[in-house]
């Protein structure tokens, strides 16, 4: 039953966050020929998605260490919320066209390696352990990302509620690290209430915070 949630989660939480990754990859590829930019893209996505699932693969071994899950919860709930706030600092669109194959598929990997990080975090705590789970969901997620950035990212724009909704998710599996954390089983259990409005809390107040914030960057805009 855990597991069909979970590569939910994983799906959205890539489709939100790996879009400009997939701006990246376009980028990357196009000054190849027609029919070597659809190879290298192919290949460069098939390269992605085995570094990504080691890389998700290693954090999710990390996470186990007790602590580590907390402050990977609280690490995700500032990224949800800089995702909301319009955070621009982040992810670059300046990236050289690759000139050939290989180097275009280098670009591809080490460029999605490089803006990922946020991504694998989340993956790997949504996906609670379970491995299989991560290499369906990022199997499934990044080849749709590479190839339908520009619908992604159209959609996201057009109905911004869709930002929202994959904020919402990664609050949520921030809540799920941070009550998951075996340090503080011991208090949650004697603070059942605190356990049960953690998840009201995290979200709430990621979501909250977010649109409070842009609401006053609209209004500094306007005056």
Known sequence: MDFWPGLVAIVA??????GDNAIV????????????QRRAIVWGTVGAVALRTTLTAAV?????????????????????????????AGHTREIAAATGFWSAMRTIVVADA???????????GAAHGNLPLVV?????????VVWGSTLILHCIERFPAL???GGAVLAWTAATMIAAEPYLQDFFEEHLFLK??????VI?????????RNRAARQEAVQ
């Open 13 to 18: 939480i890539d489709l939100v966050l790996a």
């Open 25 to 36: 990859i376009a980028l990357a590829a196009r000054n190849l020929p027609k029919s070597l």
């Open 60 to 88: 999710v071994w990390l996470l186990q260490v007790p602590g580590l899950l907390a402050a990977g919860g609280a690490l995700l709930v500032f990224i949800a919320f800089k995702l909301l706030a319009g955070d621009e």
């Open 114 to 124: 490089v803006m990922g990080l946020d991504n694998v975090l989340a993956v790997a």
């Open 136 to 144: 369906l969901g990022l199997a499934i997620s990044i080849p749709i």
């Open 163 to 165: 930002l929202y909704f």
């Open 196 to 201: 049960t409005v953690l998840y009201p809390v």
């Open 204 to 212: 709430g107040g990621v979501l909250g915070l977010a649109w409070w």
